[in-house]
């Protein structure tokens, strides 16, 4: 919250300092795609991928209620993870945004940041026009510069009309979709600090070259890595709704599964998409069903007291860790179209919404999983079962 | 430059190059080889055997980010008033080969971009305003000396061939064999070979789609790949494609054993993080495979028989045929026990021949961002200034001050200059150097282990790294290369070995040389803490020579004091922390602390966070 606040002090600062004859501030009026920039080649459809079960039901999780808090995948190399990342963008369902905005807003987003710019004319709601598009997802290469991830003046536009255009940067695209983020514990500090600004508010400010911007920049955060690469920041791990684990698989036969499906994708990516093409529509309609059938999904209190009872028992600090349990087990209990959450549906998810929120002990030699697994058995009364 | 079919022996690299060139998609050949050795002579002969006009780059180890990546083009940009991009070194290697001589000294953020061209095929350029997609698919070619550190396992884990490090990779003997054939053979018949040998790499690609591998045999090489303790999925399809390519090289439709033992040597046996035996099969696959770097240390003391066999894995062996398995079996066993004496030859040999001259200072660190400055103060960043000149050029030209200059001139004021500014990313490296000889190594090891760990729950802040070294018996031994993990700490560290001798100076010495690799990665800061009594009785020889005579006490410190003025002069600080009690201890740790410039620690019955604190404290 600091940091916000930091923002807002120099953004007054600023405001103090710019002259009479500061050039007036346009925005760009479409969301048009930076020249040279096409979509790459096929993804491997999400359907195909072999096993790795959790990270999969983690990410559709998070696409169902956005709210969790997005997913972190860590795990060995080569499992896949990037993989399944990227593959998510085509079962994503469609989200309305107001025609060419480029920061993927609502209509009622749109009114509340365009009515408080001074000076404009208060914009009839009727004349917006809304389009659909897929939830986007923004890929944060780990090279990126802050200037790109924020958003910065559009130079071309200073230079030659001596206009300040704000070009938008990766945080106003990922509104109201999904920022993914390869190696997210190697990111450098800097950008972590922005995101963790960015991700506690939900707003992008720019301040920065006598450019003073404010937009939304809501948006799912899925990091991958290899913890044997380095160690997470702790503020960053925690914003992390989920932590998914994904270890190398050891069942032969799913391996020559895996190996198969490659060498046919890679032979013909068209044929391959094709095949699996009536599974992907189905997983898409399914979890947009879910995404309908979740407002309607309901908790008894006594789920709500055995989740309290084993965030407590773990020793979890803050109520982050009830409130994912609680925001996770509904979106599980939709997708599986169930109306009512039950310690079944705890029980899957419970793994991936704590174990990152285990204190850490050096000296542990339990498995974070296994610990969860224990804890929920006792809570249900199951522990002489166990 | 002396041409592919010119260089004698060299056998499984030309191979190797040989199946990428085959099948691109393969990513890369990694080859180990000792210094000096002209390795790159091979890996640069490499771009003869490919198709005319594919790219051949090569990265310089000092490439800065926007030069991999790509940005803006300065001067074009400035000329012409609209943005230039200039592409980065990976997408101009786009469909042909980037070569980097050296992996294992590349900074990490390079090897970390490297990494991400590769697994997208594509560069993603999101910087200084520019947004765009490079197509960046290319074969990485890379040469290393093992002995100057490791290449990090999540770029090796994108390459597809990692030739393994024998004796055969050292071809400087080989060197002068090329040279007096050279003098022989006249320029015709070196060029008719290149072009058969280009012929036959054509004839391949297009046998390539037409061989066809059952699926006994993908069950035999991941079932390989499993004994092995392989990590990922990744390695099943490189063996896959190594296996089919070197089918198509021979210019058949199915691949038979040989394709698979030569696949297998090339790329499941250097990603091994254990050595099966003849029942290996039977062995359960492990949760935690021990790390794959070093192999040498791992063998002797692998579990290579866990009791638990059970039913499951007899039955997958049915499935498979004995004959395949006999012949996976042929090709780990021959290929072995040679590799694991080579490398720590490798390192014998440097050993003895001293220092490699001066480490590297290349701290560069990393562009952060631009701020204010003056001109000369810094490297100008130049579009920072641009776009706080820029909003400004029409107020100013109407400046009668300005009324001289051409219309397109940009005017440019003091104020508008903005400069770069580098972070120097990383924090301090750790060096802990933990005496395991003797009765009370155990207690010091436990201390040491939970120094290291706690150091590591906090490194993020800093960015500070950890390694331990242990010292016991004939020579000190890295248990834990340099690293911030805490899982990977918690799992190296896990048996620790204790008892026997005081190699002191064998510890010195790898201590130096893990600091200088550090160096050369762009950590400046380094500590040593070393756990000790400070009594060395075993020489620097004896860890390269079992025979060696055992030195006088005077040869004993000579050599401590010898390192340690080294160490010291190198800029490395040091801390020495006794545990022996009392009455035991002779004064040789103080002694220690003071030939090492470094601080003296009495703490008996120390715990790893008053441990932790007096490294913190220097």
Same mark, same amino acid.
């Given at each position: 919250?600091?940091?916000?606040?930091?923002? !807002?002090?120099?953004?007054?600062?600023?405001?103090?300092?710019?002259?009479?004859?500061?050039?007036?501030?346009?925005?760009?009026?479409?969301?048009?795609?930076?020249?040279?920039?096409?979509?790459?080649?096929?993804?491997?459809?999400?359907?195909?991928?072999?096993?790795?079960?959790?990270?999969?039901?983690? $990410?559709?999780?998070?696409?169902?209620?956005?709210?969790?808090?997005?997913?972190?995948?860590?795990?060995?190399?080569?499992?896949?993870?990037?993989?399944?990342?990227?593959?998510?963008?085509?079962?994503?369902?469609?989200?309305?945004?107001?025609?060419?905005?480029?920061?993927?807003?609502?209509?009622?987003?749109?009114?509340?940041?365009?009515?408080?710019?001074?000076?404009?004319?208060?914009?009839?709601?009727?004349?917006?026009?809304?389009?659909?598009?897929?939830?986007?997802?923004?890929?944060?290469?780990?090279?990126?510069?802050?200037?790109?991830?924020?958003?910065?003046?559009?130079?071309?536009? !200073?230079?030659?009309?001596? =206009?300040?255009?704000?070009?938008?940067?990766?945080? !106003?695209?990922?509104?109201?979709?999904?920022?993914?983020?390869?190696?997210?514990?190697?990111?450098?500090?800097?950008?972590?600090?922005?995101?963790?600004?960015?991700?506690?508010?939900?707003?992008?400010?720019?301040?920065?070259?006598?450019?003073?911007?404010?937009?939304? !920049?809501?948006?799912?955060?899925?990091?991958?890595?290899?913890?044997?690469?380095?160690? $997470?920041?702790?503020?960053?791990?925690?914003?992390?709704?989920?932590?998914?684990?994904?270890?190398?698989?050891?069942?032969?036969?799913?391996?020559?599964?895996?190996?198969?499906?490659?060498?046919?994708?890679?032979?013909?990516?068209?044929?391959?998409?094709?095949?699996?093409?009536?599974?992907? $529509?189905?997983?898409?309609?399914?979890?947009?069903?879910?995404?309908?059938?979740?407002?309607?999904?309901?908790?008894?209190?006594?789920?709500?007291?055995?989740?309290? +009872?084993?965030?407590?028992?773990?020793?979890?600090?803050?109520?982050?860790?009830?409130?994912?349990?609680?925001?996770?087990?509904?979106?599980?209990?939709?997708?599986?179209?169930?109306?009512?959450?039950?310690? +079944?549906?705890?029980?899957? =998810?419970?793994? $991936?919404?704590?174990?990152?929120?285990?204190?850490?002990?050096?000296?542990?030699?339990?498995?974070?999983?296994?610990?969860?697994?224990?804890?929920?058995?006792?809570?249900?009364?199951?522990?002489?079962? =166990? | 430059?002396?041409?592919?079919?010119?260089?004698?022996?060299?056998?499984?690299?030309?191979?190797?190059?040989?199946?990428?060139?085959?099948?691109?998609?393969?990513?890369?050949? @990694?080859?180990?080889?000792?210094?000096?050795?002209?390795?790159?002579?091979?890996?640069?002969?490499?771009?003869?055997?490919?198709?005319?006009?594919?790219?051949?780059?090569?990265?310089?180890?000092?490439?800065? %980010?926007? /030069?991999?990546?790509?940005?803006?083009?300065?001067?074009?940009?400035?000329?012409?008033?609209?943005?230039?991009?200039?592409?980065?070194?990976?997408?101009?290697?786009?469909?042909?080969?980037?070569?980097?001589?050296?992996?294992?000294?590349?900074?990490?953020?390079?090897?970390?971009?490297?990494?991400?061209?590769?697994?997208?095929?594509?560069?993603?350029?999101?910087?200084?305003?520019?947004?765009?997609?490079?197509?960046?698919?290319?074969?990485?070619?890379?040469?290393?000396?093992?002995?100057?550190?490791?290449? /990090?396992?999540?770029?090796?884990?994108?390459?597809?061939?990692?030739?393994?490090?024998?004796?055969?990779?050292?071809?400087?003997?080989?060197?002068?064999?090329?040279?007096?054939?050279?003098?022989?053979?006249?320029?015709?018949?070196?060029?008719?070979?290149?072009?058969?040998?280009?012929?036959?790499?054509?004839?391949?690609?297009?046998?390539?789609?037409?061989?066809?591998?059952?699926?006994?045999?993908?069950?035999?090489?991941?079932?390989?790949?499993?004994?092995?303790?392989? %990590?990922?999925?990744?390695?099943?399809?490189?063996?896959?494609?190594?296996?089919?390519?070197?089918?198509? *090289?021979?210019?058949?439709?199915?691949? &038979?054993?040989?394709?698979?033992?030569?696949?297998?040597?090339?790329?499941?046996?250097?990603?091994?993080?254990?050595?099966?035996?003849?029942?290996?099969?039977?062995?359960?696959?492990?949760?935690?495979?021990?790390?794959?770097?070093?192999?040498?240390?791992?063998?002797?003391?692998?579990?290579?028989?866990?009791?638990?066999?059970?039913?499951?894995?007899?039955?997958?062996?049915?499935?498979?045929?004995?004959?395949? &398995? &006999?012949?996976?079996?042929?090709?780990?066993?021959?290929?072995?026990?040679?590799?694991?004496?080579?490398?720590?030859?490798?390192?014998?040999?440097?050993?003895?021949?001293?220092? /490699?001259?001066?480490?590297?200072?290349?701290?560069?660190?990393?562009?952060?961002?631009?701020?204010?400055?003056?001109?000369?103060?810094?490297? @100008?960043?130049?579009?920072?200034?641009?776009?706080?000149?820029?909003?400004?050029?029409?107020?100013?030209?109407?400046?009668?001050?300005?009324?001289?200059?051409?219309?397109?001139? *940009?005017?440019?004021?003091?104020?508008?200059?903005?400069?770069?500014?580098?972070?120097?990313?990383?924090?301090?490296?750790?060096?802990?150097?933990?005496?395991?000889?003797?009765?009370?190594?155990?207690?010091?090891?436990?201390?040491?282990?939970?120094?290291?760990?706690?150091?590591?729950?906090?490194?993020?802040?800093? /960015?500070?790294?950890?390694?331990?070294?242990?010292?016991?018996?004939?020579?000190?031994?890295?248990?834990?290369?340099?690293?911030?993990?805490?899982?990977?700490?918690?799992?190296?560290?896990?048996?620790?070995?204790?008892?026997?001798?005081?190699?002191?100076?064998?510890?010195?010495?790898?201590?130096?040389?893990?600091?200088?690799?550090?160096?050369?990665?762009?950590?400046?800061?380094?500590?040593?803490?070393?756990?000790?009594?400070?009594?060395?009785?075993?020489?620097?020889?004896?860890?390269?020579?079992?025979?060696?005579?055992?030195?006088?006490?005077?040869?004993? %410190?000579?050599?401590?004091?010898?390192?340690?003025?080294?160490?010291?002069?190198?800029?490395?600080?040091?801390?020495?922390?006794?545990?022996?009690?009392?009455?035991?201890?002779?004064?040789?740790?103080?002694? *220690?602390?003071?030939?090492?410039?470094?601080?003296?620690?009495?703490?008996?019955?120390?715990?790893? &966070?008053?441990?932790?604190?007096?490294?913190?404290?220097?």
């Amino acid at each position: 919250m600091t940091q916000t606040e930091t923002a !807002a002090k120099k953004r007054t600062a600023a405001k103090a300092k710019a002259g009479s004859d500061e050039p007036a501030i346009q925005e760009p009026k479409k969301a048009a795609k930076p020249a040279g920039k096409k979509k790459s080649g096929l993804a491997f459809p999400f359907t195909a991928i072999v096993g790795q079960e959790e990270m999969k039901l983690s $990410l559709i999780l998070n696409i169902i209620d956005p709210r969790i808090g997005g997913v972190l995948v860590m795990g060995h190399r080569g499992t896949g993870k990037s993989t399944t990342v990227r593959a998510l963008a085509e079962v994503l369902p469609f989200i309305d945004r107001v025609k060419d905005d480029i920061y993927n807003r609502t209509p009622d987003q749109y009114l509340e940041g365009e009515d408080a710019r001074k000076g404009r004319k208060a914009i009839d709601p009727e004349s917006i026009r809304t389009e659909k598009i897929p939830v986007p997802v923004v890929d944060l290469p780990l090279g990126a510069t802050e200037d790109r991830v924020c958003g910065t003046i559009d130079i071309e536009q !200073a230079l030659t009309s001596g =206009v300040k255009a704000f070009e938008p940067g990766l945080l !106003a695209q990922a509104n109201r979709g999904f920022l993914y983020i390869d190696e997210v514990n190697l990111l450098d500090d800097h950008l972590v600090d922005v995101l963790l600004d960015v991700a506690a508010s939900g707003k992008n400010v720019v301040e920065r070259e006598g450019i003073s911007i404010r937009h939304p !920049a809501r948006f799912v955060l899925v990091g991958s890595g290899n913890p044997e690469e380095g160690e $997470l920041r702790p503020q960053l791990l925690d914003r992390f709704g989920l932590h998914a684990r994904i270890i190398t698989i050891l069942d032969v036969a799913k391996r020559v599964d895996i190996v198969k499906r490659r060498r046919e994708f890679d032979e013909d990516p068209d044929a391959f998409m094709k095949k699996y093409n009536r599974e992907q $529509l189905k997983l898409q309609k399914k979890i947009q069903q879910a995404k309908d059938l979740l407002p309607q999904v309901t908790m008894d209190d006594s789920v709500l007291t055995d989740i309290a +009872r084993l965030c407590m028992n773990l020793g979890i600090d803050g109520h982050r860790g009830e409130l994912t349990i609680t925001r996770t087990a509904h979106a599980h209990a939709a997708f599986m179209g169930d109306k009512e959450v039950t310690m +079944r549906h705890v029980r899957d =998810v419970a793994g $991936l919404c704590l174990r990152h929120r285990l204190r850490k002990d050096p000296l542990e030699t339990l498995d974070a999983g296994e610990k969860i697994e224990r804890e929920i058995a006792k809570v249900l009364g199951e522990a002489e079962a =166990v | 430059m002396i041409a592919f079919t010119d260089i004698v022996g060299m056998d499984l690299a030309k191979q190797a190059l040989m199946l990428l060139a085959v099948d691109p998609s393969l990513g890369g050949v @990694v080859i180990p080889s000792a210094v000096g050795s002209g390795k790159s002579t091979l890996a640069r002969a490499f771009s003869g055997i490919l198709p005319e006009g594919t790219p051949f780059v090569e990265l310089p180890l000092n490439v800065t %980010e926007d /030069r991999l990546i790509g940005g803006v083009d300065l001067e074009a940009t400035l000329a012409s008033g609209v943005r230039v991009v200039q592409h980065g070194v990976l997408s101009k290697a786009h469909g042909g080969v980037l070569y980097v001589d050296s992996l294992s000294l590349l900074d990490s953020s390079a090897v970390s971009h490297i990494m991400d061209a590769m697994s997208r095929g594509e560069v993603l350029v999101e910087r200084e305003g520019l947004s765009e997609v490079h197509p960046a698919n290319f074969m990485l070619v890379g040469t290393y000396d093992p002995s100057d550190g490791e290449v /990090r396992m999540g770029l090796l884990d994108r390459i597809g061939i990692i030739v393994p490090f024998t004796a055969q990779n050292d071809f400087r003997a080989r060197k002068k064999i090329v040279n007096t054939v050279l003098g022989k053979r006249d320029a015709e018949d070196t060029q008719d070979e290149l072009n058969m040998l280009k012929g036959l790499i054509q004839a391949a690609r297009e046998q390539l789609p037409h061989v066809s591998i059952t699926s006994e045999q993908v069950q035999a090489l991941i079932q390989t790949a499993l004994s092995l303790g392989v %990590e990922g999925n990744r390695s099943d399809i490189f063996t896959v494609r190594a296996a089919l390519a070197s089918a198509a *090289l021979a210019q058949r439709s199915d691949v &038979e054993e040989e394709d698979m033992k030569l696949a297998i040597k090339i790329v499941l046996i250097p990603r091994a993080t254990r050595m099966p035996e003849r029942e290996a099969e039977e062995m359960p696959p492990q949760e935690e495979p021990p790390p794959p770097e070093e192999p040498e240390a791992e063998d002797e003391e692998a579990p290579a028989d866990t009791p638990d066999s059970d039913a499951e894995s007899d039955e997958e062996q049915k499935d498979t045929p004995d004959m395949i &398995e &006999e012949l996976m079996m042929d090709a780990i066993e021959t290929e072995l026990p040679d590799n694991i004496l080579n490398i720590s030859l490798a390192s014998k040999k440097k050993a003895k021949s001293g220092s /490699r001259g001066e480490a590297l200072n290349n701290r560069r660190g990393r562009f952060v961002r631009a701020q204010p400055g003056e001109m000369r103060s810094g490297k @100008v960043a130049l579009i920072p200034t641009l776009i706080s000149a820029a909003p400004w050029q029409e107020t100013r030209r109407r400046d009668k001050k300005m009324a001289g200059r051409p219309k397109t001139a *940009l005017i440019i004021s003091k104020d508008d200059v903005k400069i770069k500014r580098f972070r120097d990313k990383s924090g301090t490296l750790f060096i802990f150097m933990v005496d395991a000889s003797g009765s009370m190594a155990l207690n010091r090891m436990r201390q040491a282990k939970g120094a290291v760990s706690s150091l590591l729950q906090n490194a993020y802040v800093h /960015r500070d790294q950890v390694s331990l070294i242990s010292f016991r018996g004939k020579q000190a031994q890295v248990l834990l290369p340099p690293s911030q993990s805490v899982d990977r700490a918690k799992r190296e560290l896990d048996v620790l070995p204790t008892g026997g001798g005081t190699p002191l100076a064998s510890a010195l010495y790898l201590g130096w040389e893990t600091a200088k690799q550090a160096r050369t990665k762009g950590i400046s800061q380094i500590m040593f803490v070393l756990i000790t009594d400070g009594r060395g009785n075993i020489g620097l020889q004896a860890a390269f020579d079992p025979d060696a005579v055992k030195p006088s006490k005077e040869d004993l %410190e000579k050599e401590i004091e010898a390192l340690s003025g080294s160490i010291c002069a190198d800029g490395i600080a040091a801390i020495v922390v006794d545990t022996q009690m009392n009455y035991l201890s002779r004064g040789e740790a103080p002694k *220690l602390a003071q030939k090492l410039g470094g601080r003296y620690f009495y703490l008996p019955n120390a715990k790893a &966070e008053q441990i932790v604190e007096a490294a913190l404290s220097f």
